[in-house]
């Protein structure tokens, strides 16, 4: 399926024509679901807490259905009567914490008339600020393609993954700026002449000893970020070996050899790697 933000009325005929049915992420609303009065609005917030609380998802105001299967575009709103910053601003105000990851696309349905739209909400699951409340002071899910309450072991699960969503975040933040220093100091080696002799102490690169002690929320992590850590210490070490052995005659000065820099170089794409993968984590906050 589109990102919500291609959308327009010929894909949502796609929708229409492949019988793309309603799901644990997909949900078709009738226009009329977009009514101001505080029953609808109340049940907006129940709807988009529902996907966020769950596995996110979309809502397709403006779509009829049959047996959860689309049907037709019905009438559609009047974007000048039932804007998008409207619609922005309910789900925002009522709900808590405020849902971040949301797109809300007007679509245009020329064929219903001018200025009509039809409105596509999509929205992300919660990580960090998860569960979000709806108005009426209660928590939904996504169940039966409904939004169903949720029990309180439910509510306590997501709170408890919300706070080891945040450890993670966290961690990674701290790991990221460590392993950037890191990287700093070993671009900084690696510009050194390597048939120039230079203190062995600028030559060696030092491990924090945060770095060294990360081991503690390492295992909040993939396995194979944990590997390339640990690789990245040992590959760090190894040099540091070797830059004390080197140019044995010479006791306080010492050169890049060949097999030096391409220690250096061996070490910066750890490094890089380690940080990329730090980085998905990092987009993934809200």
Request: no cysteine; aromatic share 8%; glycine share 6%.
């Amino acid at each position: 399926m589109k990102p919500v933000s291609e959308w327009n009325e010929s894909y949502l005929g796609e929708l229409i024509k492949l019988g793309v049915q309603e799901s644990l992420i997909l949900d078709y609303k009738g226009s009329a679901s977009l009514g101001k009065d505080s029953k609808k609005t109340n049940d907006i917030s129940k709807d988009v807490s529902s996907f966020a609380n769950s596995a996110g998802g979309i809502l397709v105001y403006g779509m009829l259905e049959d047996k959860h299967v689309p049907t037709a575009i019905d009438v559609g709103v009047d974007r000048n009567q039932t804007t998008k910053e409207w619609l922005e601003s309910i789900i925002k105000s009522w709900i808590q914490p405020v849902v971040e990851d949301l797109v809300v696309k007007p679509i245009d349905v020329p064929t219903k008339g001018k200025d009509m739209v039809i409105y596509a909400v999509e929205i992300g699951a919660a990580t960090s600020r998860a569960p979000h409340q709806a108005f009426d002071h209660r928590y939904y899910k996504r169940f039966n393609f409904e939004s169903a309450p949720m029990e309180d072991y439910e509510v306590r699960d997501l709170m408890r993954r919300s706070l080891e969503y945040g450890k993670k975040y966290g961690a990674a933040w701290d790991l990221n700026v460590e392993v950037e220093r890191l990287i700093a100091a070993v671009h900084e080696r690696g510009q050194i002449d390597g048939g120039q002799y230079a203190p062995r102490a600028r030559l060696a690169i030092g491990v924090s000893n945060a770095l060294r002690s990360a081991g503690s929320v390492m295992a909040l992590f993939p396995k194979s970020l944990r590997s390339e850590v640990a690789q990245l210490i040992k590959q760090v070490d190894q040099y540091n070996s070797v830059i004390e052995t080197v140019d044995p005659g010479r006791r306080e000065e010492a050169r890049l050899t060949d097999r030096l820099k391409m220690d250096l170089a061996n070490i910066m794409q750890t490094g890089f790697a380690i940080t990329g993968t730090l980085a998905s984590i990092l987009d993934r906050e809200p």
